[in-house]
């Protein structure tokens, strides 16, 4: 039968898996919105390059 030290040491163990794990959980989270966030950015810029294009090709007919 284990000793109550034993009992503290494998509480703190469990305790320290259940912080890892919840720290991973929160990087993965905080990640996903990052990549969600560029994906918007790149379009926007993509969009605000397009328009410049267009007032460049207009301009360009004058």
């Known amino acids: 039968m ?3 030290d034993s009992l503290t040491a494998m509480d703190r163990i469990d305790a320290a898996i259940a ?3 919840a720290a991973v959980a929160r990087r993965a989270e905080a990640t996903e919105q990052l990549r969600q966030r560029h994906g918007t950015l790149r ?5 605000a390059v397009d328009a410049l294009d267009s007032v460049i090709t207009r301009e360009g007919r004058r």
């Open 43 to 47: 379009a926007r810029m993509q969009d």
């Open 19 to 21: 912080r890892i794990d």
């Open 2 to 4: 284990p000793d109550h």
